[in-house]
């Protein structure tokens, strides 16, 4: 009941002291808040080519068939690593795009079932990897850095510890 209560409260409390603190300080809130929406416009401007030439290559992967055949080339060793076959698309696009990994979780679901080896594993896999290149892309492009040094390439040794660590675990826990 309380805690209830409290939930309710807390983003106008949150909201109400951000605003009063800022009153008390003297500062012009409006106009940072002007300030603040059009640096964000600009940097969703800034990053936007990045972002339309992330959505057309996943969009013409998946339109060409192209994960079709590498999920049908590599699944003798998918299998041997306990890899259901059909989330190797989500484990390749899920650095790049969210949105299609979310996408490719429905179909996987609606191929095999949410609670199938196949949908537990898709669902650990979504929730632990990120979408790097997008991330990157975003952010790296908002601050302008050129140079991402060694970011790309730790950032996908992440993701493919993801991606392992969903098949070794839910192997452990659903034993299929």
């Known amino acids: 009941m309380l805690a209830q209560k409290i939930s309710i ?27 603040g929406a059009s640096n964000g416009l600009r940097s969703a401007v800034s990053i936007l080519p990045a972002l ?3 959505i057309c290559a996943i969009s013409m992967l998946r339109a060409s068939g192209a994960l079709d055949f590498l999920e049908t080339l590599l699944s ?11 989330v190797l698309p989500l484990a390749l696009l899920k650095p790049v795009s969210g ?4 996408a490719m979780v429905k179909d996987i679901f609606d191929a095999n079932g949410p609670d199938s080896f196949a949908g537990k594993v898709a669902s650990v896999m979504l ?17 302008k850095i050129k140079d991402s ?11 493919l510890v993801g ?8 192997g452990m826990i659903y034993s299929h």
């Open 99 to 102: 949105s299609g990994a979310l």
């Open 9 to 35: 409260l807390i983003m106008p409390f949150i909201f109400i002291s951000i605003l009063g603190y800022a009153l008390f300080k003297k500062v012009r809130v409006f106009d940072v808040f002007l300030n």
């Open 76 to 86: 003798p060793l998918l299998s041997k690593i306990g890899m259901p076959p059909d």
């Open 127 to 143: 929730g632990s990897s990120e979408t790097t290149f997008y991330t990157l892309a975003v952010y790296y492009g908002a601050v």
């Open 163 to 170: 991606v392992f660590a969903a098949v070794f675990l839910c």
């Open 149 to 159: 040094r060694y970011t790309v390439s730790a950032a996908v040794i992440a993701d």
């Open 52 to 54: 339309v030439g992330l």
